[in-house]
């Protein structure tokens, strides 16, 4: 059985710094691209930044600069490190692992950032 589970979400306050974990079971993690999303209330789920199989990575223009993705091929978890967080990051954020057509989700994690 395949199982994605984020943690590390919470309430920040503009500025502020929050790690994003996605720790995975039932898969060959090296095999597959992982990725963080994020769905915001109204507006629809949103790639924030991937990361393959040989860990290149790529981000949405909002977040480069102050968001890294990362692997732990041993631990099998993705990572996403969060700064300088800001409103607009408000969101759920979901783990998304990809190889070829098989994809899974995480149940997502809420990340608020608000004063």
């Known amino acids: 059985q395949v199982q994605l589970v984020e943690s590390g979400g919470g309430l920040v306050h503009p500025g502020g710094s929050l790690r994003l974990s996605c720790a995975t079971s039932?898969?060959?993690?090296?095999?597959?691209?992982m990725g963080w999303y994020r769905q915001a209330p109204g507006s629809q789920r949103e790639l924030v930044a991937q990361?393959?199989?040989?860990?290149?990575?790529n981000y949405i223009d909002s977040v480069k600069g102050r968001f890294t993705i990362s692997r732990d091929n041993a631990k099998n978890t993705m990572y996403l490190q969060m700064n300088s967080l800001n409103p607009e990051d408000t969101a759920v954020y979901y783990c998304?692992?990809?190889?070829?057509?098989?994809?899974?989700w995480g149940q997502g994690t809420q990340v608020t950032v608000s004063s």
């Open positions: 990361i393959t199989s040989d860990s290149d990575t």
């Open positions: 039932g898969i060959i993690f090296r095999f597959y691209t």
């Open positions: 998304n692992a990809r190889y070829y057509a098989d994809y899974h």
